[in-house]
């Protein structure tokens, strides 16, 4: 008669991913934790690495899906990917992470933001002096991008090529570094192009968040396939310092991302389909067709009415450095 413990590793090994490798270290050795789909309805595991401890997705999106995944309705189709309302609040948030990085450097630093989007969040470092470059896939976001003025863009893929080395004093990803499909190559690059003593700032999905633990599958920062891979506080920390960066800061806090975090993931678990709220503030027609506008409507007025309750439970989450993402500040060591 199998004991308890015996059935325990039977599980455990049923488990094991022998085939799809890690996103971001590449080992073919995972452990898959949970089950995970796409607003197209294309199913998925989350998966994570025996190695270097990433959390992934598995298998790895094809290139039609991550076609489908990053087409207009991702952007948004109208001038701005949001409506004007909902843009100048997202202006307040890119205009205050303006402002913390002016804390660390001064004009006229070189900045380089790696997915730039819009290119307005480099617009307010340009007007203060600041010389902006951005990098920005194509579509229209690179298009809107491309209308800041002074703004020196890049469209496609950051490149050893792109600039020369000890080239940038500040290099922001704001909620990039999980798109990457070459995370370490990426890494590589920024060590050689940041001066010593240099900035690296970036914002992400915190996969060690209670919210990650409590909804897993439906939790909306996995936002499955364009998010390939997760790495913990503790882990991108240990990570980063392989190309002489060193955390100086960090940060669970953010009113901009955490609280609807929290309420885009209740809908998740009520409605058959994920993201419909936020995919309906986007004016995402196709993807909302077929919801009664009155469910809409109900999902409008569950978040205006309880947002205050999920940012203080946000709040809370920060306190614990459990928040649903993570802003982190690193320096490149001197030479």
């Known amino acids: 008669m199998e004991t308890l413990g015996n059935q325990r590793a039977v599980v455990v090994k049923e488990r094991i991913d ?5 996103a971001y270290c590449g080992t073919r050795q995972s452990l898959r934790l949970y089950p995970t789909y796409s607003i197209s309805g294309d199913n998925f595991y989350i998966n994570r690495c025996l190695d270097c401890r990433a959390v992934f997705l598995s298998p790895r999106p094809t290139q039609k899906q991550l076609d489908q995944a990053y087409d207009d309705s991702y952007y948004g189709e109208g001038e701005a990917k949001f409506s004007a309302c909902i843009e100048k609040v997202l202006d307040y948030f890119r205009s205050a992470r303006a402002r913390r990085i002016s804390r660390y450097i001064s004009p006229p630093a070189k900045i380089l933001d790696i997915g730039c989007g819009n290119g307005r969040f480099l617009g307010y470092l340009i007007n203060q002096g600041f010389e902006g470059y951005g990098i920005e896939l194509p579509g229209k976001a ?7 003025p002074g703004l020196k863009l890049k469209v496609g893929r950051l490149t050893t090529e792109d600039f020369g080395e000890i080239f940038f004093d500040a290099i922001c990803m704001w909620h990039v570094f999980e798109h990457l499909t070459e995370p370490k190559k990426t890494l590589k690059v920024i060590q050689n192009i940041l001066k010593p003593g240099g900035y690296l700032m970036m914002s992400l999905p915190n996969i060690d968040s209670l919210q990650s633990r409590l909804f897993r599958g439906k939790w909306l920062h996995l936002d499955p396939p ?26 669970y806090f953010s009113l901009e991302q955490n609280p609807f975090g929290i309420q885009q993931s209740i809908l998740n678990c009520l409605l058959s389909r994920r993201e419909v709220l936020f995919e309906a503030l986007k004016g995402n027609d196709t993807y909302i067709k077929g919801y009664p506008r009155c469910s809409i409507t109900l999902q409008k007025m569950f978040y205006l009415s309880s947002f205050p ?27």
């Open 309 to 335: 309750i999920f940012a203080f439970v946000a709040a809370l989450e920060a306190i614990l450095r459990r928040g649903g993402t993570m802003e982190l500040i690193f320096r490149k060591e001197e030479t």
């Open 142 to 148: 690179a298009q809107r991008a491309g209308q800041i």
């Open 18 to 22: 022998n085939i799809n490798p890690c």
């Open 226 to 251: 364009k998010h390939l891979f997760f790495l913990g506080a503790s882990d991108l920390i240990s990570a980063t310092k392989e190309f002489g960066l060193e955390l100086i800061k960090q940060r």
